[in-house]
């Protein structure tokens, strides 16, 4: 993985900044454990790897287009998010057509090549918000909650790593993963929304460049089970208008279950 060129401050100087938004995210009143301080200051040496927190913080919209492959063949990848948790999906199939899905506040929804729109409880919506790996990464002290650095360093692939333990908007269990030696996110591990006792799904992250000055990985690759889904991003723009792809079909009404 390529160094940013930046050199970034002392990490514990990082987690003096990251300290008063990981305190809410982990819901703790009091002082903070040992392993909480390493979650955070492990963080905040990525967020500098990245271009800096404030640089981060000014993300409020992505919009990304991956060439993408599973086990039926190749496809292409269309998501547009805000910071705030709205996304849709599309999925270009050439030979089956199109799946869609969205979570705009409370309405959620998905419709399959050739089906109709199907409303969508939040936890299986939920699925559709880990596949917007790039919010994962910038967001991660938003997106998971109670955050542990382990003491031991552990091995990612074969590459010496730093693990954060967490927990997903589920309250299901997930894992991050850093570079040791670099610092700068290796993957996350997840929980399946439809089958949480499974093995979880892991991505891998790589080829990391400057996009418009922040430091964000071009290749995505999930493992779930035996299969394999490779994500090769060929463009992604910040801060973009997407509006227009940010609206729910009519059809689609709020559940009962309308927690974020």
Request: charged share 20%; proline share 7%.
């Amino acid at each position: 993985m390529p160094n940013s060129g930046m050199t970034p401050p002392h990490p514990l100087n990082r987690a003096t900044l990251l300290l008063p938004l990981l305190l809410a995210t982990i819901g703790c009143a009091g002082e903070l454990s040992d392993p909480e301080k390493q979650a955070i200051a492990i963080l905040g040496r990525a967020h500098d790897l990245m271009g800096g927190q404030a640089l981060i913080d000014s993300i409020h919209t992505l919009q990304v287009t991956a060439a993408s492959t599973d086990p039926r063949g190749p496809f292409v990848t269309h998501i547009a998010s805000r910071a705030n948790g709205d996304l849709t999906i599309r999925q270009v199939y050439p030979k089956w057509g199109q799946r869609r899905g969205g979570m705009i506040g409370n309405r959620y929804w998905r419709q399959e090549p050739g089906g109709e729109i199907e409303p969508l409880n939040w936890q299986l919506a939920y699925n559709m918000r880990l596949l917007d790996f790039h919010r994962l990464v910038i967001n991660m002290d938003q997106r998971f909650s109670r955050l542990k650095a382990e003491e031991e360093s552990v091995e990612f692939f074969g590459v010496p790593s730093l693990k954060v333990v967490m927990r997903d908007g589920r309250g299901l269990p997930a894992a991050a993963y850093f570079s040791k030696s670099i610092g700068l996110p290796l993957g996350i591990e997840f929980a399946d929304a439809a089958d949480p006792d499974s093995e979880p799904l892991v991505v891998k992250f790589g080829i990391w460049q400057n996009v418009g000055n922040v430091i964000l990985f071009k290749q995505a690759i999930l493992q779930e089970n035996d299969y394999t889904y490779q994500y090769n991003y060929t463009n992604i723009r910040i801060n973009g208008n997407i509006d227009a792809l940010l609206i729910h079909p009519d059809s689609v009404w709020a559940p009962p279950d309308t927690a974020r």
